[in-house]
């Protein structure tokens, strides 16, 4: 899980819960924090991404206005 700020604990404790649920597993996650994203959150589980980034939501609306 990567993020612009470091998270609470309480973040992470509900980040591990959720993830498990969404891959009926038991989630062992590594965080690390990166400036660029402005915001949000970007997470990695095998080679799937999930973008909720600030930087991504705002290059997708940028893609839709421009056609």
Known sequence: VTSARPLTDNIKDQLQEKLGQLTGKTA????????????????????????????????????ELAG
């Open 28 to 63: 062992k996650l590594t965080f690390e924090t990166d400036e660029s994203l402005l915001g949000g959150i970007v997470t990695r589980i095998g080679s799937t991404i999930y973008d909720g980034s600030v930087s991504n939501q705002l290059k997708r609306l940028r893609e």
